[in-house]
T-cell receptor, first 111, second 113 residues
Framework: DQQVKQNSPSLSVQEGRISILNCDYT??????FLWYKKYPAEGPTFLIS???IKDKNEDGRFTVFLNKSAKHLSLHIVPSQPGDSAVYFC??????????WGAGTKLIIKP | EAQVTQNPRYLITVTGKKLTVTCSQN?????MSWYRQDPGLGLRQIYY???????DKGDVPEGYKVSRKEKRNFPLILESPSPNQTSLYFC????????????FGPGTRLTVL
């Protein structure tokens, strides 16, 4: 029973356009959500997070939206750049610092 | 430079041969954990530690042991590895006063034959 789901294993986007990565969760008790980016042969690196009491957080080209009623969050990258090609994981956390991870979405930015 | 290091990075071994994967951090973080990453499953937590001498099971602890004798080190021990433990392993840390961001090591690719 996956509490955090990323239903798209991969996504291909034209350079310069918007990339939208989606994540659904089932547990309404999560306190915060994070997005991580992972390149091959490296560990995941933190990208952006959002508290469960907010519905939007923005950091440069990256914006995360949280829709609590739908138990859905999304990561928007605009404009998409070639260096954004990576696997993106969403994760949900509780007050004990435990993270539940989605399976990841591979983003491919086409030139 | 803030770092999480893991050794070895790659390991091929045989069933039943005990092994240890080391993890070390220089950020003075209290919290450390081990994950395994498998295709289609994302990252699953094996064990975590909130501080020295405090360890707890994660979601998939069977077949693994850990210890936290000092703050900076959190080794993962496989007493009798089996082929289903072939995976990519990540160590992660974060400070308890941080914004919940976890810092990851570069990963250890383990193959058990």
């Amino acid at each position: 029973d996956q509490q955090v789901k990323q239903n798209s294993p991969s996504l291909s986007v034209q350079e310069g356009r918007i990339s939208i990565l989606n994540c659904d969760y089932t547990n309404s008790m999560f306190d915060y959500f994070l997005w991580y980016k992972k390149y091959p042969a490296e560990g995941p690196t933190f990208l952006i997070s959002i508290s469960s009491i907010k519905d939007k957080n923005e950091d440069g080209r990256f914006t995360v939206f949280l829709n609590k009623s739908a138990k859905h969050l999304s990561l928007h990258i605009v404009p998409s750049q070639p260096g954004d090609s990576a696997v993106y994981f969403c994760a949900a956390g509780d007050s004990n610092y435990q993270l539940i991870w989605g399976a990841g979405t591979k983003l491919i930015i086409k030139p | 430079e803030a770092q999480v290091t893991q050794n070895p990075r790659y390991l091929i071994t045989v069933t039943g041969k005990k092994l240890t994967v080391t993890c070390s951090q220089n950020m003075n973080h209290e919290y450390m954990s081990w994950y395994r990453q498998d295709p289609g499953l994302g990252l699953r937590q094996i064990y975590y530690s909130m501080n020295v001498e405090v360890t707890d099971k994660g979601d998939v602890p069977e077949g693994y042991k850990v210890s936290r004798k000092e703050k900076r080190n959190f080794p993962l021990i496989l007493e009798s590895p089996s082929p289903n433990q072939t995976s990519l392993y990540f160590c992660a840390t974060h400070g308890l006063d941080s914004n919940n961001e976890q810092f990851f090591g570069p990963g250890t690719r383990l193959t058990v034959l």
